[in-house]
Nanobody
């Protein structure tokens, strides 16, 4: 069973950068595709980025393509989201989860507490 803990969020000015981390417990982490989601107040949870279990394939939502980069380190059981050129509309709580596939928004595990990202204009 994979358990997930997100970190790295914070307050940043528009145009700035943040790097989120998701630490996963469990010996089967490397066998899962992983993804990042976000949820802004009053909005549904949005699938932002996904990465295959090898790290060789990635998916990005159009809203973040060219600005965000997802990566993983299976030796450290960690998945990352590098966020550059941040915009106020990126403000949300960010969550990671295991995925059915790297391009699918179907999550497989319970949600963690997430990490808050706030982008000021």
């Amino acid at each position: 069973q994979v358990q997930l803990v997100e970190s790295g969020g914070g307050l940043v000015q528009a145009g700035g950068s943040l790097r989120l981390s998701c630490a996963a417990s469990g010996r089967t982490f490397s066998s899962y595709a992983m993804g990042w989601f976000r949820q802004a107040p009053g909005k549904e949870r949005e699938f932002v980025a996904g990465i295959s279990w090898t790290g060789g394939s990635t998916y990005y939502a159009d809203s973040v393509k060219g600005r965000f980069t997802i990566s993983r380190d299976n030796a450290k059981n960690t998945v990352y989201l590098q966020m550059n050129s941040l915009k106020p509309e990126d403000t949300a709580v960010y969550y990671c989860n295991a995925l059915r596939s790297y391009y699918s928004d179907i999550s497989l595990r319970s949600w963690g507490q997430g990490t808050q990202v706030t982008v000021s204009s």
